[in-house]
């Protein structure tokens, strides 16, 4: 069993900051890509950062220029560093990870959630 477990979520005011940590652990032979998702109120689930075992990030129009996403692989755990937020950043962030298991089967897991609220 693999679990993913978010931290650094919580209540910010327009232009600050905040990280968020994800760590993964449980029986994993390697991690592939990871990244962060967002589901605000009202709307669907949306991709904000991915980033691959080489550390290559990808980000959604939304984000770029304001986040950063981040690995250490040694500790199976992905960062987002999130700047001049928004309010309109205010959703709740879910944690993602392909990764295969002792058996080489690919999986996918999700995280429970982390709430941002960016107040104006």
């Known amino acids: 069993q693999v679990q993913l477990v978010e931290s650094g979520g919580g209540l910010v005011q327009a232009g600050g900051s905040l990280r968020l940590a994800c760590a993964a652990s449980?029986?994993?032979?390697?991690?592939?890509?990871m990244g962060w998702y967002r589901q605000a109120p009202g709307k669907q689930r949306e991709l904000v950062a991915r980033?691959?075992?080489?550390?290559?990030?990808n980000y959604a129009d939304s984000v770029k220029g304001r986040f950063t996403i981040s690995r250490d692989n040694a500790k199976n755990t992905v960062y987002l560093q999130m700047d001049s937020l928004k309010p309109e950043d205010t959703a709740v962030y879910y944690c993602n990870a392909d990764y295969r298991d002792y058996s080489l089967r690919t999986l996918e897991v999700w995280g429970q959630g982390t709430l941002v609220t960016v107040s104006s």
């Open positions: 449980g029986t994993i032979f390697s991690i592939n890509v």
């Open positions: 980033i691959t075992p080489g550390s290559r990030g």
